[in-house]
């Protein structure tokens, strides 16, 4: 079935992942596969739930076998994602992989290259601050990468404008990066 997104419709923080997978297709709902629980434990690290933020993809149904989104599809869904940046106006939407960072930039740089620097851009006619970090289905399988997605998702609160806590202030340790082990509890690795 489609997907179409779920989460806050006056959220700061949007999030735009891939295309839905077989759980997504069954549900109806977006990232509640393995992925899913992995951005949940990592908003979790940041002191965020999926109630905070909107979640949606650039694709609103699963390509077949779940192969790569291919270029006709992209440009079918586009209106749609465009429609929702609209409607939400987002202060800050992260990019989740490689698909949905070409298309919201409008460059070709991979993930690789851009994750964890912010730029601006505009969507659906909304200006937004775009940060792209790698796919968390990606950080699923290779320890490193899940390092850099919690280093990256690190700087998410200050870019949406809540309060961290001053670097050299004492206060109640609050980790700015999440345990890796919180992938132990999902069984990763
Ligand atoms: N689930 C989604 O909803 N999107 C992805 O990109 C991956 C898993």
Redesign the pocket.
Known sequence: MA?VGAGDPNAELMFV?????FN?DRTGL??V?Q??KLLDTLLDGIGLSRDDVFIT?VLKCRPPGNRDPRPEEIAACEGFLAEQVTLVRPRVVCS?GNFATKLLSGRPDGISQVHGQEVDAEFGGVAVKLFPVF?P?AALYTRTMLVTLQEDFARLPALIGLSVPDAGTPSEPVPAVPPVDAADQLGLF
């Open positions: 997907v992942g891939e295309a839905p997978g997504e977006p990232f596969g992925a899913g993809n989740l796919h289905a």
